[in-house]
Nanobody, 117 residues
Framework: QVHLVESGGGLVQPGGSLRLSCAAS????????MEWYRQAPGKQREFVAR???????GYADSGKGRFTISRDNAKNTVYLQMNSLKPEDTAVYYC???????????WGQGTQVTVSS
């Protein structure tokens, strides 16, 4: 079992920045991929960014050039640095840890990000 805890959300003005954290604990050896997703009110949950055990990184088009995913293996933590935030980035952001074959698939409880003046 893997436990994921997100933090770092909050209220920020347009153009501002936030750094989200996702701390993992438990059987993290079973995790090959760490991802960030988000879900805005009335919308489906959508992919934001990915980092694999091997270090491969990918982003949704919505975050390219503005969002950066990184990790600290010593702290078992994945980060999402979000810059130049827009009102349309407002959502609950979720951390996901999974194996490559999706056999193991864990989600955090989410952290709210609100971009508003």
């Amino acid at each position: 079992q893997v436990h994921l805890v997100e933090s770092g959300g909050g209220l920020v003005q347009p153009g501002g920045s936030l750094r989200l954290s996702c701390a993992a604990s438990g059987s993290i050896i079973s995790i090959d991929v760490m991802e960030w997703y988000r879900q805005a009110p009335g919308k489906q949950r959508e992919f934001v960014a990915r980092i694999t055990r091997g270090g491969s990184i990918g982003y949704a088009d919505s975050g390219k050039g503005r969002f950066t995913i990184s990790r600290d293996n010593a702290k078992n933590t994945v980060y999402l640095q979000m810059n130049s935030l827009k009102p349309e980035d407002t959502a609950v952001y979720y951390c996901r840890g999974r194996s490559s074959n999706y056999r193991n698939d864990y989600w955090g409880q989410g952290t709210q990000v609100t971009v508003s003046s």
